[in-house]
């Protein structure tokens, strides 16, 4: 398989990082997970403003064009004879290699930024997942969720205590015991037939289906706190590959309802 590194596209088994590399020594880097179905990149434009967000929020000295940067995708999915099958991509973009030791960067750094692309499964059965709240509470006002960083350790730890306990994944909740999102998804819920999800203020990242289905005014923003769990009747979880039915959150269990499939429905035919 190929992969974009650095204006070239190479083998992925030739393809390499130096030790040097920031990301890798601090995680100094972000990255984006794009959706290509039916011939074209899903929420493209979503995508490309919330990265474009995050270059400028973290101070990369780094310039990509929306057309570009399209254009490199559909490259590589064409490179890897892709087009007619449904992948995943991943843009990342690192502070590159250190030149010297600590925390310091110089706003000239050359960066490392490469894409990569996974296939997937045509028709996706994502089956319901158990989730339970996590111990590692999310800091609303973090930089860490107002932009796409690799800064995924406390979500990894969230998600691996949850499995260990026998659920699939974790709920996170910030420091007011108010929901957010899990490991890897927005979240939403349904009460009196309506349907919700978390504000980002109160630390949930701005994914591109929510801000979707918040742009079509299928959802509203609404905060919760875990203790209101009695009131919800469906809860799914969506992230650019698709929308996923909750069936349980610590020992309240939930079924997929009439909501949940028609949110489902409506993003199949986007393509998600």
Not at 132 to 157: C, D, G, W
Not at 214 to 242: C, H, P, Q, R, Y
């Given at each position: 398989?190929?992969?974009?590194?650095?204006n070239?596209?190479?083998n992925?088994?030739?393809?390499?990082?130096?030790?040097?590399?920031?990301?890798?020594?601090?995680?100094?880097?972000?990255?984006?997970?794009?959706?290509?179905?039916?011939q074209?990149?899903i929420?493209?434009?979503?995508?490309?403003?919330?990265?474009?967000?995050?270059?400028?929020?973290?101070?990369?000295?780094?310039?990509?064009?929306?057309?570009?940067?399209k254009?490199?995708?559909?490259?590589?999915?064409r490179?890897?004879?892709?087009?007619?099958?449904?992948v995943?991509?991943?843009?990342?973009?690192?502070?590159?290699?250190?030149?010297?030791?600590?925390?310091?960067f110089?706003?000239?750094?050359?960066?490392?930024?490469f894409?990569?692309?996974?296939?997937?499964?045509?028709?996706?059965?994502l089956k319901?997942?158990?989730?339970?709240?996590?111990?590692?509470?999310?800091?609303?006002?973090?930089?860490?969720?107002?932009?796409?960083?690799?800064?995924?350790?406390?979500?990894?730890?969230?998600?691996y205590?949850?499995?260990k306990?026998?659920f699939?994944?974790?709920?996170?909740?910030?420091?007011?015991?108010?929901?957010?999102?899990?490991?890897?998804?927005?979240?939403?819920?349904?009460?009196?037939?309506?349907?919700?999800?978390?504000?980002i203020?109160?630390?949930?990242?701005?994914?591109?289906?929510?801000?979707?289905l918040?742009?079509?005014?299928?959802?509203?923003?609404?905060?919760?706190?875990?203790?209101?769990?009695?009131?919800?009747?469906?809860?799914?979880?969506?992230?650019?590959?698709?929308?996923?039915?909750?069936?349980?959150?610590?020992?309240?269990?939930?079924?997929?309802?009439?909501?949940?499939?028609?949110?489902?429905?409506?993003?199949?035919k986007?393509g998600?």
């Open positions: 398989m190929k992969v974009y590194l650095n070239k596209f190479i992925g088994n030739d393809a390499s990082i130096n030790i040097k590399d920031r990301g890798l020594l601090l995680g100094d880097s972000i990255f984006d997970t794009l959706l290509y179905n039916n074209k990149i929420l493209f434009d979503y995508h490309y403003e919330r990265f474009k967000k995050s270059i400028s929020n973290s101070y990369f000295d780094f310039k990509l064009s929306k057309k570009n940067l254009e490199i995708i559909l490259k590589l999915i490179i890897n004879n892709l087009q007619n099958h449904r995943s991509i991943r843009c990342t973009l690192t502070r590159g290699n250190a030149k010297k030791r600590g925390l310091d110089e706003l000239s750094h050359q960066v490392n930024f894409i990569t692309t996974g296939k997937l499964s045509k028709e996706p059965n319901p997942v158990k989730i339970s709240a996590s111990n590692i509470k999310r800091y609303s006002n973090s930089m860490l969720v107002k932009n796409k960083t690799t800064n995924y350790f406390e979500n990894i730890q969230a998600k205590i949850s499995q306990k026998g699939d994944d974790a709920l996170i909740l910030n420091e007011k015991n108010n929901l957010c999102c899990c490991s890897s998804s927005n979240i939403f819920y349904v009460i009196s037939n309506k349907l919700f999800t978390p504000s203020k109160e630390g949930a990242l701005d994914g591109t289906v929510r801000r979707y918040i742009e079509k005014k299928k959802v509203a923003v609404k905060s919760i706190s875990l203790n209101n769990l009695k009131d919800i009747s469906e809860i799914f979880l969506t992230n650019s590959i698709g929308l996923r039915s909750v069936s349980k959150v610590n020992n309240v269990s939930f079924k997929s309802g009439p909501i949940t499939e028609k949110t489902k429905e409506f993003l199949n986007l998600i």
